[in-house]
């Protein structure tokens, strides 16, 4: 179950951060700050290589001992981070691939919004109600 | 002045005690007590006696009204300490004192003439009346309406709409509260101050209460059709706050009714709110007045449709036919073309000038685009200018798309007629899409019926399109449009669209009424053709662009010509589909019957300009007309088309028609029975080679175009090729 989700901008602000107990945010919102360090390093990593949908799923971007952080980045360079809780039953990976997926479609159709500015935070409700449902039952 | 703290004291702590709304409740008992005090001494010459329930409402009433003017703090301010006072009620002498104090601008506040004056008119009575009453209730003579005028003109609309006199005595009755459709009132309320929902809340109780008290003009079936409306207003599960529905629900089911103001009232509030907010820019400059005029055609005319379509009055989410049409308008305005879309940022612009705030459209856009694909189709764009107007009406925006909003139901609903509201009834609550191809089988018959469209041309084609689309219902419909649209109105707007392309049509009208109906091929494909689109037949499709699509057999680019040409054509070709050359008797009565409706001339001048040139190709005819004629031919040919078509739509008076008429009447008018028959079967001739011209040329055309698209091809080919063997690697 995904404790925090974070959508990062180009720039490395942040569009978008939510995270579940509401006690833990501040700690979150800076493992998500450190986290895009190594989201860096990684696509820097890639090089010119060609980016298809496996190169936007960064996979595990560093564990601690009590969550795990996973990276996505779609071609826009915008980030999705994604804390989730160690002590949960492993997730599998192709469980968090489709998340992100879920989220990027997501994002996706935020963008589509006319009234949407890039750059902008995100405030669609149906983005939310999204969020929302991956963090409650993390899938 | 001693009774009146008194009475002040008594009226405080009962009223205080027995209703819960607190803070109007302790200004209006008080302010009741400072009215009966006042009223002695004001010019009202009889005292006013107020009920409980009435100085509650009274007191709601005038403190909204007050509320929204510009004093809107001090009353709220006070009302809220008196509130909180009045929680400890235990104590008579704070709160009226405090009440006390409150009403000390109430008095002497003036209720706002504007909020006023909608409340009046949303007591759905007439204006004399309400003139009456505001004369009778002294505003007039002092200029504005405070505390007691105020009072006094809401006893005098309670009687009023008892049904009693409109005199002073008729105050002194016991009366009903007065009722209001309070539409428009609740949403400016909740709009501007969130203190005033409790004054909402409790009057809500009063509404229906009201209700059963209903002596209103006509059915008594609507007393048992509220309740049954009340109902369902719990039901919906979008909305959050259902009191906030019960007040639509009531001016719904005044709607059934059929007073005007009723209905002009919401729209009126929901123009004003648009036109006042509304855009200041040109495109929305026109469209207000047109839909003024729309909404009170439709308002005059459509009576006994509104009847049925308000069987769902409750539904605040669901369009009306008038909401409907102004709509679509709106989405020809930006887009002509009803089966293509509206782009984000075209509909940004647009929806930016509602004056809403971005976070709520875009929310909103959220809702109404369902496949979130970044721009507006019809439905799309109806669903959202509903939520629009809703949310300017001060509805709160629902957590999901309502049903009647989802495009698919919007999709079936646009292709009913606009005026078949009967079968609206057809539209259960619950909209399966099992009904949905059988209605649109009765779409199919009831188009097929009605005949006399009195829409302009437009919507006849729009109307059009769709069956088309339903069924190929080609040759029924032209028939029936072109019997219709015999009307001058009508040629006069086609007449506006010189293009037509009727190769194979059977009457004049009907080719120039087929602007509209050349088969559409689905919405998508124009990309394939964009090229040969964006050549030239884009400035053909310009003036006519619904259903302008390439893909069809588009008219030649030389569009100057075509008019006569055409006319040339249609003439011909309709005269060879009718019949054939060969009996020739008919050939002159189908032409006749095109041109001489109007006057013997137009036929003459037509055929005669025509003979004129068949003897330089082909043969040569007997009249002795003829003679004079060769040197003015080729004027007289390009004169034909404007005499064609001036003289189809107006009494001849066309500039070659009287200077040949005199040399044609006076020769041989046995002959023409005769020769006209002659001259028509050369006419025929002629046309044809000239629409082999015409044909010819076009293909020509095309298959430059076509050759152009091949290189196009070759070249993109190439460059694919090119930039192919980098990626593979």
Known sequence: MAVCIAVIAKENYPLYIRSIPAEHELKFHYTVHTSLDVVDEKVSAMGKALVDQRELYLGLLYPTEDYKVYGYVTNSKVKFVMVVDSSNTALRDNEIRSMFRKLHNSYTDVMCNPFYNPGDRIHSRAFDNMVTSMMVQGC | MEQGPAAAVGTAGAVGAAANAGAPAAVGAAAAGALSSGASAGYCPVPLPLSDSEQQCYSELFARCCCSSASATSSSSSSSSSSSSSSSSGHPQPPPEVGR??????????????????????SQLPAETLHQITELCGAKRVGYFGLTQFYVALKLIAAAQSGLPVRVESIKCELPLPRFMALKNDSEIRYSNPVEFHGMKCQIPYVTMEKNSFKRVDDGEKQDTMSPTMSPISSPPSSPSNYQRVPLTYGYGKLRSGMDQIHAAPYEARQLALQQEGPTSGSHGPKPTRRQTSLIRSLSVEREPQESNSNYPDDPWRITEEQREYYINQFKSLQPDLSSFISGSLAKNFFTKSKLTIPELSYIWELSDVDCDGALTLPEFCAAFHLIVARKNGYPLPESLPQTLQPDYLQSAFLKPKRDCALFDSYSESMSVNQQPRDLNRIETSLKEKVDLTAPAQDVNIDDKPALKISSMDEAMPKDVSVDTASPKDLNTVKARPRSRSYSNTSLEEAMKRVEEPPTPPPRPQKSHSRASSLDLNKVFQP?????????????????????????????????????????????????????????????????????????????????????????????????PENQIMENQEPPSSVSGPSTVPIVKPHAPVQKQSSKQKKAIQTAIRKNKEANAVLARLNSELQQQLKEVHQERIALENQLEQLRPVTVL
């Open chain 2, 101 to 122: 104090g409150a009403p000390l601008p109430g008095p002497a506040a003036t209720a706002g003439a504007n909020q006023v004056g909608e409340l009046f008119r949303a």
């Open chain 2, 544 to 640: 006519n662009a619904p259903a302008a699509k390439p893909g069809l057999l588009p008219p030649p680019p030389a569009l100057p010509p075509r008019p006569f040409v055409s006319q040339v054509l249609h003439h011909n070709t309709s005269n060879d589909s009718v019949s054939q050359p060969k009996p020739p008797g008919q050939l002159p009565s189908y032409s006749d019957f095109r041109l001489l409706e109007q006057t013997d001339q137009v036929s003459e001048i037509e055929l005669h300009p025509q003979l004129t040139r068949t003897p330089s190709q082909t043969e040569e005819s007997g009249s002795p007309v003829k003679k004079d004629l060769p040197p003015s031919k080729p004027i007289r040919r390009k004169l034909r």
